[in-house]
């Protein structure tokens, strides 16, 4: 089992910051697309945002602008910054680190990191 280790939840206000932390091995980091999926209650778990290897990156159209995720080659970590949140923002974070071997999807997950954007 690859470790995904996620870190950087919490309940803020509408409006402010919060950034999460995905730290995973060098060999995961280096060869896989590394990315952000939210599940809210009641809902399927979806896309927020990617980075590849190279640093080509892909964002829900929900969170264009506002959110940015990034990599540190250094600390095999990947890091989702998200700005202006917003309550609908609210849900369980969930890192991926996923590539294709052989024509096979293969994804690692993370536990989850819960974010409630609430007044």
């Known amino acids: 089992q690859v470790p995904l280790v996620e870190s950087g939840g919490g309940l803020v206000q509408p409006g402010e910051s919060l950034t999460l932390s995905c730290t995973t091995s060098r060999i995961i980091f280096s060869l896989y697309i590394m990315g952000w999926y939210c599940q809210a209650p009641g809902k399927q778990r979806e896309l927020v945002a990617t980075?590849?290897?190279?640093?080509?990156?892909n964002y829900a159209d929900s969170v264009k602008g506002r959110f940015t995720i990034s990599r540190d080659s250094a600390k095999n970590t990947v890091y989702l910054q998200m700005n202006s949140l917003k309550p609908e923002d609210t849900a369980v974070y969930y890192c991926?680190?996923?590539?294709?071997?052989?024509?096979?999807?293969?994804?690692?997950w993370g536990q989850g990191t819960q974010v409630t954007v609430s007044s």
């Open positions: 980075i590849t290897p190279g640093g080509r990156t």
């Open positions: 991926n680190a996923g590539t294709v071997i052989d024509g096979a999807r293969r994804d690692y």
